[in-house]
């Protein structure tokens, strides 16, 4: 199993971008793919996921409520983070991770399978 997360950059306040995960090797019928962040110096948050089988089952993290946007496509071996309005508060290294047999992932000790990490900074 592979993640391979990249669309991570520099931005200003206010600005967007979008993360994407390639996923492989992945034959469950059920998983869930999520987004983490870690931050100098803190540990690693749960920012979003969705549920693999038909992506209606989605989570954020009040912090990004209303600004980001997670979706997979429709193979669904990649999934995007759409991240809108940017804080200074959003700069993070950003993982994606894999849970098994699972609809849901926001914690990072039911992680399976991480991705390597892509830097977001946003400058203010």
């Known amino acids: 199993v592979q993640l391979q997360a990249s669309g991570g950059g520099l931005v200003q306040a206010g600005g967007s971008l979008r993360l994407s995960c390639v996923v492989t090797g992945l034959t469950f019928d059920k998983f869930a793919i999520g987004w983490f962040r870690q931050a100098p110096g803190k540990g690693r948050e749960g920012v979003s996921c969705i549920e693999s089988s038909d992506g209606s089952s989605t989570y954020y993290a009040d912090s990004v409520k209303g600004r980001f946007t997670i979706s997979s496509d429709s193979t669904e071996t990649t999934v995007y983070l759409q991240m809108n309005s940017l804080e200074p508060e959003d700069t993070s290294v950003y993982y994606c991770?894999?849970?098994?047999?699972?609809?849901?992932?926001?914690?990072?000790?039911?992680?399976?399978?991480w991705g390597q990490g892509t830097l977001v900074t946003v400058s203010s």
């Open positions: 991770a894999a849970a098994l047999h699972s609809a849901i992932v926001i914690d990072a000790t039911d992680v399976d399978y």
